[in-house]
């Protein structure tokens, strides 16, 4: 790719990338500078962290006391001191809390598999109090890191544009929700132009600008080649597809097939060999230690486990701890290669199902796989996948480093870079509308008819699909199709409002909104003050007498990573259009 442009702005900015992980959080920025290069930099110290050269991430997890206040935060909340009064004070713990904002149709997570949220809080509460921490730590860190950082702070701070990670997974609905987290942990005000400083990218795609920015991938992505991006995390296993394209305007990247969220990181490891260790040592002296062996093979073994035809150790107690029946030897204990294999073996064989349906379904030949994110630090997850995926053809690399900031520092990216140009729609969206008669179709003899204004019988409960999914999308492209509206008086006329439609079904063609109706939503509504048009339509005779016609087009434009839809009218041979809806 060219080098990064200086910046053309004529005041200073800041951007502020925050990736909240199910496990770990982590924040890069750039500062903008009018006629310089900007640069991406991790925000390496963090309260109670124990690397003094700094770490550029942060547990994501909080304590609460009794009354619902946070007391710790980050690596705060792991020292031995904080998790002792904890205890003594009856604190409540809130970690694994951004899987609890999770859509709804993500059926793969069994809710009692996650730690519950502490009482009278929410998810939306709890990630806004992890985002004031944050940002306080943003501040304190830069304030401190560079000359006069605090007068800078409080110069720019009302102007900071925020990039805030999701699961490829999250819509409108999750991204709502973090935007009004943002509000509530005071990162923007609630206005309008507020609400324009919160901007959301993939978690897929922000690993791709990270990727891109530091050379990885360079020969598949420069020949034109799809690459699949796997970003393992502790939660969530986030894969995308992409290629390069050029144009005459330059070049830029585009999706090639439809992004997948799976939820299989490395957490769902640890609880699978929770549940062995708990059936394992039941009934022995170790039965109440399984959540201490749990967090100990976390720390160590699950990143050194390489090969099943070797023994696996994980040290959790003294010398005096020794059971030979349960292999426990000086504190250690080891388990087969096997059964350990067995703890990951769910999570591979998802990620490489996943891998396999993006070549099959990709736009492109997909010639290698790119693995980022925490749990690709993981030897026998990478070692596996490469083996797997070396057979079906694939080649399989990850950076040496820096995957614990790639997310965060991609969120920047996306910001300032622009790599992706085209994305694959996710699901069908449209209206529910009625169809003039036909009395040849056996379909429409089948369902309710109405009487419109105009006298003409129609059928009701039709779905108009407007984007259908696994259509490539660019970011300029509208999706627009005409409606109209009868009415026997102007006034009827003087106000439309569309309810927006998803269709989340398998249908590929889905017609009526009653044959599989749960999988319709409203996402939103979209409004436009007609009225002016209304009071000059001209009159029209109908089988009923007169009525008047308005007609209009519904129009549904991805944007950047936010769907948007507005209503469309002439007025005086002038297009107008109603506001701009959020499709949530």
């Given at each position: 790719m060219a080098p990064r442009a200086p910046f053309s702005g004529s005041v200073r900015k800041f951007v502020l990338g925050i990736d909240i992980g199910t496990t770990f959080a982590g924040m890069s920025y750039c500062l903008l500078e009018p006629g310089k290069v900007p640069s991406i930099l991790p925000v390496t110290r963090f309260p109670a962290q124990d690397h003094v050269g700094g770490d550029s991430k942060v547990p994501s997890v909080i304590y609460y006391d009794r009354s619902g206040s946070p007391k710790a935060c980050g690596a705060e909340a792991l020292q031995e001191a904080v998790v002792e009064e904890a205890e003594a004070a009856g604190w409540e713990k809130a970690e694994w809390f951004k899987l609890h904002l999770r859509p709804t149709t993500?059926?793969?997570?069994?809710?009692?598999?996650?730690?519950?949220?502490?009482?009278?809080?929410?998810?939306?509460?709890?990630?806004?109090?992890?985002?004031?921490?944050?940002?306080?730590?943003?501040?304190?860190?830069?304030?401190?890191?560079?000359?006069?950082?605090?007068?800078?702070?409080?110069?720019?701070?009302?102007?900071?544009?925020?990039v805030l990670?999701?699961?490829?997974?999250?819509?409108?609905?999750?991204?709502?929700?973090?935007?009004?987290?943002?509000?509530?942990?005071?990162?923007?005000?609630?206005?309008?132009?507020?609400?324009?400083?919160?901007?959301?990218?993939?978690?897929?795609?922000?690993?791709?600008?990270?990727?891109?920015?530091?050379?990885?991938?360079?020969?598949?992505?420069?020949?034109?080649?799809?690459?699949?991006?796997?970003?393992?995390?502790?939660?969530t296993v986030d894969i995308s597809t992409y290629r390069k394209v050029t144009t005459p305007q330059g070049e830029s990247f585009e999706e090639i097939a439809r992004p997948e969220c799976l939820f299989v990181g490395s957490i769902f490891v640890s609880n699978r060999a929770a549940e062995y260790l708990q059936t394992y040592l039941r009934g022995s002296r170790y039965a109440d230690d399984v959540e201490h062996i749990r967090q100990c093979f976390d720390k160590t073994a699950k990143l050194r486990f390489r090969r099943t035809d070797e023994w696996s150790y994980t040290r959790f107690g003294g010398l005096r701890d020794r059971d030979e029946a349960l292999n426990i030897f000086n504190g250690q204990m080891k388990l087969p290669g096997t059964v350990v294999a067995g703890f990951f073996r769910p999570s591979l064989d998802a990620?490489?199902?996943?891998?396999?349906?993006?070549?099959?379904?990709?736009?492109?030949?997909?010639?290698?796989?790119?693995?980022?994110?925490?749990?690709?630090?993981?030897?026998?997850?990478?070692?596996?996948?490469?083996?797997?995926?070396?057979?079906?053809?694939?080649?399989?690399?990850?950076?040496?480093?820096?995957?614990?900031?790639?997310?965060?520092?991609?969120a920047v990216s996306f910001y300032l870079d622009h790599f992706v140009s085209a994305r694959i729609s996710k699901h069908t969206h449209g209206i529910e509308c009625m169809i003039r008669y036909d009395v040849n179709n056996s379909e429409h003899r089948a369902r309710e008819t109405l009487v419109d204004a105009a006298g003409d019988l129609n059928v009701t409960k039709m779905?108009?699909?407007?984007?259908?999914?696994?259509?490539?999308?660019?970011?300029?492209?509208?999706?627009?199709?005409?409606?109209?509206?009868?009415?026997?008086?102007?006034?009827?006329?003087?106000?439309?409002?569309?309810?927006?439609?998803?269709?989340?079904g398998v249908d590929e063609d889905p017609q009526w909104v009653d044959i599989d109706p749960d999988k319709y939503s409203v996402l939103c509504t979209v409004h436009a003050d007609t009225s002016k048009l209304a009071n000059n339509l001209q009159r029209l005779t109908g089988r009923l007498g007169t009525y008047y016609q308005l007609n209009f087009e519904v129009i549904l434009a991805f944007g950047l990573t936010e769907l948007k839809a507005q209503i469309a009218w002439v007025e005086n041979d002038v297009e107008k259009r109603g506001p701009a809806e959020l499709v949530y």
């Open positions: 993500s059926s793969s997570i069994r809710p009692n598999t996650l730690p519950p949220l502490p009482a009278n809080k929410s998810a939306l509460n709890v990630l806004a109090d992890f985002l004031r921490y944050l940002f306080q730590c943003a501040k304190s860190y830069i304030g401190e890191h560079y000359p006069n950082g605090n007068a800078m702070w409080i110069t720019l701070e009302s102007t900071i544009e925020f990670t999701h699961p490829n997974g999250w819509e409108g609905e999750q991204q709502a929700k973090m935007r009004t987290a943002a509000i509530i942990a005071g990162l923007i005000p609630n206005t309008s132009e507020g609400h324009e400083r919160i901007h959301f990218v993939t978690e897929g795609e922000a690993s791709l600008n990270f990727c891109i920015t530091n050379g990885l991938a360079t020969d598949p992505l420069r020949l034109g080649q799809g690459v699949v991006i796997v970003d393992a995390g502790g939660g990620i490489v199902q996943a891998i396999m349906d993006q070549q099959l379904g990709a736009l492109a030949l997909v010639s290698s796989v790119l693995l980022v994110g925490g749990f690709a630090a993981s030897e026998w997850l990478y070692s596996e996948l490469k083996k797997q995926m070396n057979a079906r053809g694939l080649e399989v690399s990850r950076p040496d480093s820096h995957v614990n900031k790639a997310v965060a520092d991609g779905f108009s699909a407007i984007l259908k999914k696994n259509i490539h999308v660019s970011e300029t492209k509208e999706f627009r199709r005409p409606y109209l509206i009868t009415n026997h008086n102007p006034s009827g006329l003087w106000s439309v409002d569309i309810p927006i439609l998803r269709y989340s």
